[in-house]
């Protein structure tokens, strides 16, 4: 997984995959998911991620037991 900002946009994009684009589906104005060929999501696009509160996430770090 690779995930990118681009501050002068403020765009998020969250890439699951090396998998070749095949379609893409918009679930509202700015979420956009696209998928390979045989239905796996490849790549999340945010828009306006900074002003909806998804960039910077915050990271937890789980406790080892």
Known sequence: MRTT???EDDILVIR???KPICREVSQ????HIS?????TAVEI???DA???GAFPCQIEHALEA
Do not use: H, R
Request: proline share 0%.
């Open 16 to 18: 699951l995959s090396d």
């Open 45 to 47: 696009v945010l828009l």
């Open 5 to 7: 900002y681009y501050d």
């Open 35 to 39: 998928y390979a060929e045989d239905g």
């Open 28 to 31: 509202d104005w700015n979420t």
């Open 50 to 52: 900074k002003a909806n």
